[in-house]
């Protein structure tokens, strides 16, 4: 069946640097697109979202990037801050979900930042 | 207040109890959700209400029953539950039940004793 997953489940990165999380999708008729951010205790938080007519979107300190060759998504943060740190998820959107905002969520990449 | 919001947002139940968790959207969405979120796993889709009408059930336990009285609030009725049941339940909201970004409430974290 389809799934969304990500390439890594955890990201360490430097306070200051960028981070690059990415996320795979199998479906090639999904045409939505959304990356959430998770802290500990609190539901995902709604980051950016992309559809499938474009390549990239950017957002504040924030871009994504889509690319339907190869079936990718990914999720670039300049300048990590503390306040990044959290569990990352891609969803996708399919058309085989009928007339329901069906997402498929992956399982989530946590981020930590060094400081 | 703003957005989507869950009472309680901790629960601790027996497996003879029944308890029910409640989700109050202040967003004018007309989709509401609920989600299972455990550990190491994805966030699984439960329930989908469009317009207070049930459109989807993904194969859900009986023992999870929800409600959506109106196009603000959603319900999980919840009894007899089982030990594996322990998650973290997930209310959303989204403009439409077709398309669009979900925004989610901060959850229930619900333990099966």
């Known amino acids: 069946g389809e799934s969304v997953g990500l390439h890594l489940p955890t990201l360490s990165v430097q306070e200051g640097d960028n981070s690059i999380i990415n996320c795979a999708y199998s479906n090639s008729a999904s045409d939505y697109f959304i990356w959430y951010k998770q802290e500990s205790g609190k539901g995902p938080q709604f980051i950016i979202d992309?559809?499938?007519?474009?390549d990239k979107r950017q957002g504040q300190r924030v871009t994504v990037l889509l690319n339907k060759t190869v079936k990718h998504l990914s999720l670039q943060i300049a300048a990590t801050q503390p306040g990044d740190s959290a569990v990352y998820f891609c969803?996708?959107?399919?058309?085989?979900?009928?007339?329901?905002?069906?997402?498929?969520f992956g399982q989530g990449t946590t981020l930590q930042v060094k400081p | 207040e703003t957005g989507v919001t869950q009472t309680p947002r901790h629960l601790v139940m027996g497996m003879t109890n029944k308890k029910s968790l409640k989700c109050e959207q202040h967003l004018g969405h007309n989709a509401m959700y609920w989600y299972k979120q455990s550990a190491k796993k994805p966030l699984e889709l439960m329930f989908v209400?469009?317009?207070?009408?049930?459109?989807e059930n993904n194969s859900v336990p009986s023992r999870f029953s929800p409600e959506c009285p109106n196009s603000s609030h959603l319900f999980l009725h919840l009894h007899t539950l089982q030990p594996e049941d322990s998650a973290l339940y997930l209310c959303a909201s989204s403009p439409s039940a077709t398309r669009g970004e979900q925004y989610f409430g901060p959850g229930t974290r619900l333990t099966v004793t």
């Open positions: 209400y469009s317009l207070e009408e049930r459109v």
């Open positions: 992309i559809r499938s007519n474009m």
């Open positions: 969803a996708e959107n399919y058309e085989g979900s009928g007339n329901t905002g069906k997402l498929i």
